[in-house]
């Protein structure tokens, strides 16, 4: 009985906190030049919140997944409570009121309605055949009522990234390719109804994505003024607190949103493509976790974790690039944010989590023993 290690002690995968740690680096030190000659408290309240988070993904990596499969319910109500609460009591900001204070903390809901909808579907998924539309429909009820919240907040594009990655996970969890076909048929009705509710913004931002210099001025502003910072940056970059879009505030939400045209214009094609092997790296890592699992509820948990990553990291890019709609969507790791960032990391501790149990450390895992 000696050589087998008690639950509680989980040995982390160093790879994977080694590439979230670089991550931490790099957004930093970019945080640091977005806010450089300005509010410095942004960068010192950022270093808390990967305290915080830290914190948080090390508590994940303790707990049991037989456990996260009880908590997965009461966390999905607690967030669509919170999500409730906004507007009723949330703070507005730039005309959207999606923040809870919670007294020094500024919680926002929605982002835990996004990674505790990803633990519901992965559930659900986990127990039952991908055979019958039965099994599919009540996750897909179970988005409707937090993207109907969280439109009217307004905040679309996490009502987008929300739908996005139920679809990654219905492709994932084995429903037939057919399925697929049938939902990218219907997605004009889908589209032309979403525009008949979205905001006059929200409808000037797909006008500004299709012809940004139609309003260089106005609703084109930002994105030609990103695009601009990225080229700007060559190959090697304008070094370290040297770019001038971000000095000049030209950038707008530069310290979130924004924050990959500062690296771009500051790092070049060189920081850029670094930035890019490390996320793909972290990607590929938590796919090598997903492969060895020993269970189909760790498998598609870090599937799961593994698309949302993608999904943030795709978006985000692709809008400061003018490749997208601008949609408000942070950049994994690099972009201001307490409530991303700690949900972020406690995905990752999951992950964390599956790779441990994977390994064969848990006492119920090892051959022959009566509760493997």
Known sequence: MSDIQPWYRPRPDLLLLLLVLLLAVVGMLTLYSAVHQGNHVLWWRQMQFWGLGLLVLMGCTLLPLRLLGLLIWPLFVVSLVLLVLVPLLGDVQMGARRWLTLGSFRLQPSELVKWSLMLLFVHWFASRSANHWRTLLPPLLACLIPIVFIVKQPDLGTALIILM???ALVIMAGFPWSWLLAMVLSSPLFLALMWH???DYQKRRVRTFLNPQADPLGAGYHVIQSIIAIGSGGILGKGFLH?????LHFLPEQHTDFIFSVL???GGLLATALLLLLFILLIGRILMIAAVAHT?????LCLGVASMFTIYTFVNIGMVSGLLPVVGVPLPFISYGGSALTTMLAATGLVMRVAFESRGNIPWQRPGSPLA
């Open 264 to 266: 771009a214009e500051e």
């Open 243 to 247: 770019g001038t879009q971000a000095r």
């Open 165 to 167: 990655e139920a679809t």
């Open 296 to 300: 189909r509820f760790g498998a598609l």
């Open 197 to 199: 509710f979205m905001h």
